[in-house]
């Protein structure tokens, strides 16, 4: 066992910088998305769409495969970090949120539901000024 930990050193220390990345990252950015959430984005049975009427088609795909691409990366990440150093619920439930999946809204909701994942979140906006989450999901 121990060999394979000297064989591969160089591997342990990427993922160990990767750790570290991923954390600070996410202590930054997390809160920043948590925070700009209305606090009534969950209270509702569907989703309400807000449609791009004033961009051009080419921009509107643009910016939804961007979008996609940064909720599968916060997604993976958040994967990642439920073993590794980091807010790895909190990230996984950011990607979602910026994820375009049938069934997607319905998915949040349960995961809002968790009452340890609404304390946290209401605990961040609290601290930043800003009103709880709406407790209507049930």
Same mark, same amino acid.
């Given at each position: ?48 769409? %807000?449609?791009?009427?004033? &961009?051009? /088609?080419?921009? &509107? ?25 980091? &807010? ?5 439930? %950011? ?23 609404? /304390? ?19």
């Amino acid at each position: 066992m121990l060999d394979w930990f000297y064989n591969n050193e160089t591997l342990l220390w990427w993922l160990f910088f990767f750790s570290i990345a991923s954390f600070l990252i996410t202590l930054i950015t997390v809160p920043i998305v948590l925070i700009r959430l209305p606090k009534d984005y969950f209270s509702f049975p569907e989703r309400h769409r %807000i449609r791009w009427k004033n &961009q051009n /088609q080419f921009l &509107q795909i643009i910016l939804f495969i961007a979008k996609n691409l940064l909720g599968l990366l916060l997604v993976l990440l958040g994967i990642a970090m439920l073993v590794l150093p980091g &807010q790895g619920l909190l990230t996984i439930i %950011i990607g979602l949120i910026l994820l375009e999946f049938p069934g997607k809204y319905k998915l949040e909701r349960w995961l809002i539901n968790r009452r340890s994942i609404l /304390q946290s979140i209401n605990w961040i906006r609290v601290k930043a000024g800003k009103a709880e989450l709406l407790d209507k999901t049930r």
